[in-house]
């Protein structure tokens, strides 16, 4: 069984920084993209950053020059630091990963989502 857990959510005042976490556990043979989602009160879901195993990353246009996505392949792990938030920031964040379970599959996984409130 395929998880994906979040962690590093919370309350900042706006121009504040944060850190979220994701951590990809069980059985796999590799993870191809891992990503971050956001998705504000009425809004719809939103893809915030990727990053491919190549290297290769993405980003939304909002999110540009204050959002940084990394990985580290071999523990499976991605975190998304945040600086200079803004009350526009605030959301549910959600882990995305792109995940090869057998030699002739992949499936889509998200986490739990963590809260990020920015606020003074």
């Known amino acids: 069984q395929v998880q994906l857990v979040e962690s590093g959510g919370g309350l900042v005042q706006p121009g504040g920084s944060l850190r979220l976490s994701c951590a990809a556990s069980?059985?796999?043979?590799?993870?191809?993209?891992m990503a971050w989602y956001r998705q504000a009160p009425g809004k719809e879901r939103e893809l915030v950053a990727e990053?491919?195993?190549?290297?290769?990353?993405n980003y939304a246009d909002g999110v540009k020059g204050r959002f940084t996505i990394s990985r580290v392949i071999a523990k499976r792990t991605c975190d998304l630091q945040m600086n200079s938030l803004k009350p526009d920031d605030t959301a549910v964040y959600y882990c995305h990963a792109v995940i090869r379970t057998t030699l002739y599959s992949t499936d889509h996984y998200w986490g739990q989502g963590t809260q990020v409130t920015v606020s003074s």
């Open positions: 069980g059985s796999m043979f590799s993870v191809n993209v």
């Open positions: 990053m491919y195993s190549s290297g290769t990353t």
